[in-house]
């Protein structure tokens, strides 16, 4: 059984720029949630997908958006990158849409310059 | 008001000892409680969940419940260098089944 796979690793964006994160669920998790953990604070929700519909959404701005295949993969898009949106974003699975079990991922580091 | 609220720390304690880490939350109608350890640079793991008041005991590990008083706590016993890390609360909002509320942990360090 895998875990919960994020690419990449690292990212350095410029402002105003837009970045795509990926997100391979864990095998049988059928929902994604996506967090934002900025330095010293702990996560953030910015929203869930279930069954590729988007389920919930946190105090996020619409130029944070997402998708979920068909395979339950997801993607975070954020658009027009600001300096504050320097974080770990973290996906997190879990078997449903209740918040038990979630398993997150490692993590993606994005710097923002 | 935040709405889970943890000490900063750190919270120092020696190797051996219990170390006790505190949580309260602000919805009344949560339901279901977590705590996550976060060691430096790496992403959040789950320890513990608890649902009901009262204690729920793991390995080393002890969670503890009191919905009336909007408090959930983690007792860690015999702790261990390896325990140092940040621990993270997270609690799912009443109506919301869909995400977890963090706090902004509280960092341990074990020294020997």
């Known amino acids: 059984e895998t875990g919960v796979t994020q690419s990449p690793t690292h990212l350095i964006k410029t402002r105003g720029q837009q970045v795509t994160l990926r997100c391979s669920s864990q095998s049988g998790h059928n929902t994604v949630s996506w967090y934002q953990q900025a330095l010293g604070q702990g996560p953030q929700f910015i929203f869930q997908?279930?069954?590729?519909?988007?389920?919930g959404r946190g105090n996020f701005p619409p130029r944070f958006s997402g998708l979920q295949f068909p395979n339950y993969s997801s993607e975070l898009n954020v658009n027009a990158l600001e300096l504050d949106d320097s974080a770990l974003y973290l996906c997190?699975?879990?078997?449903?849409?209740?918040?038990?079990?979630?398993?997150f991922g490692s993590g993606t580091r994005l710097t923002v310059v | 008001q935040k709405e889970v609220e943890q000490n900063s720390g750190p919270l120092s304690v020696p190797e051996g000892a219990i170390a006790s880490l505190n949580c309260t939350y602000s919805?009344?109608?949560?339901?279901?409680f977590f705590w996550y350890r976060q060691y430096s640079g790496k992403s959040p793991e789950l320890i513990m969940f608890?649902?009901?008041?009262g204690d729920k005991e793991d390995g080393r590990f002890t969670a503890q419940l009191n919905k009336a008083s909007q408090y959930v706590s983690l007792l860690i016993r015999d702790s261990q260098p390896s325990d140092s890390a940040t621990y993270l609360c997270?609690?799912?909002?009443?109506?919301?089944?869909?995400?977890?509320?963090f706090g902004a942990g509280t960092r341990l360090a074990v020294h020997p």
């Open positions: 997908y279930y069954r590729e519909e988007e389920n």
């Open positions: 608890i649902y009901s008041n």
């Open positions: 997270a609690v799912v909002p009443s109506g919301g089944y869909n995400k977890l509320i």
């Open positions: 997190a699975s879990s078997p449903d849409r209740q918040g038990y079990g979630y398993t």
């Open positions: 919805d009344r109608g949560s339901q279901s």
